[in-house]
C-alpha cells in the first residue's frame, strides 16, 4: 500500500498568513493526489484534484503542486473560515489512501 | 441540487451487520463512479471501497475485505455497503462520496457504532 505522510500534523497561523502543507507518498503516485478540507463534524470537502486543479467553486486562494511523490498545498491569505483539518489522498493505485491531516488552528 | 443522502447507521453488537444506503440526487447516478469513506472517532479518512458507474468493478480495503460488500441500483439511484461481521474497529462516520477526477461530492454521513 502507499503510505501519504502530511506535514507538518498542526501548525498555528493568523489570518492573512500564507500556510503551506506538504505530503509526501511513499512511492512515486504521478499527479494523482487530490486535498480536501474537513471542519468538525461536517464532510471533507474537495479543494484540489489532479495534484494542482481547482475543484470547481474553491477560491483561488488555495493552490496545489507537486508530483512523483512529494506536493504541497498553500494557502495564500488564510482567513477565519480557512481553519480546520487538511486531507491529502493518492488515487495511483488501490487502496486509495489518506495522509493522516493537518490541524489548522488559529494563532 | 448535486445531493447525496447517507442512512442506515446504528448501534449494533459485535459480530453484527448492517446496511448502510446512499440516495443520490441532482445528477445522472448511472455516470459515475461511487465510493465508501468512514472516519473513526477522533481519528483521520478512511477509503473503504469503490464501485464503477455499472458495478463491474469493485475494490475492498484490506479492512474490510470479505466481509463488506459494496453494490448499487442505479434504477434507484442508489448506492449500498452491507456489512457484516461487524468488530469495534468498525465504529465510525460512514460517508458515500461521488468520483468525477476527485471525491468531489460528499454525503453528509452515517454514523455505525459497534459495541455490546
Known amino acids: 500500500d502507499i503510505q501519504m505522510t502530511q506535514s507538518p500534523s498542526s501548525l498555528s497561523a493568523s489570518v492573512g498568513d500564507r500556510v503551506t502543507i506538504t505530503c509526501r507518498a511513499s512511492?512515486?503516485?504521478?499527479?494523482?493526489l487530490a486535498w480536501f478540507q474537513q471542519k468538525p463534524g461536517k464532510a471533507p470537502k474537495s479543494l484540489i484534484y489532479?495534484?494542482?486543479s481547482l475543484q470547481s467553486g474553491v477560491p483561488s486562494k488555495f493552490s496545489g503542486s507537486g508530483s512523483g511523490t512529494d506536493f504541497t498545498l498553500t494557502i495564500s491569505s488564510l482567513q477565519p473560515e480557512d481553519f480546520a483539518t487538511y486531507y491529502c489522498q493518492q488515487y495511483n493505485s488501490y487502496p486509495w489512501t489518506f495522509g493522516q491531516g493537518t490541524k489548522v488552528e488559529i494563532k | 441540487e448535486v445531493q447525496l443522502v447517507e442512512s442506515g447507521g446504528g448501534l449494533v453488537q459485535p459480530g453484527g451487520s448492517l446496511r448502510l444506503s446512499c440516495a443520490a440526487s441532482g445528477f445522472t447516478f448511472s455516470s459515475y463512479e461511487m465510493n465508501w469513506v468512514r472516519q473513526a472517532p477522533g481519528k483521520g479518512l478512511e477509503w473503504v471501497s469503490y464501485?464503477?458507474?455499472?458495478?463491474?468493478?469493485?475494490y475492498y480495503a484490506d479492512s474490510v475485505k470479505g466481509r463488506f460488500t459494496i453494490s448499487r441500483d442505479n434504477a434507484k439511484n442508489s448506492l449500498y455497503l452491507q456489512m457484516n461481521s461487524l468488530r469495534a474497529e468498525d465504529t465510525a462516520v460512514y460517508y458515500c462520496?461521488?468520483?468525477?477526477?476527485?471525491?468531489?461530492?460528499w454525503g453528509q454521513g452515517t454514523t455505525v457504532t459497534v459495541s455490546s
Open positions: 512511492q512515486g503516485i504521478s499527479n494523482y
Open positions: 489532479a495534484a494542482s
Open positions: 464501485i464503477s458507474s455499472s458495478g463491474s468493478t469493485i
Open positions: 462520496a461521488r468520483w468525477d477526477e476527485s471525491m468531489d461530492v
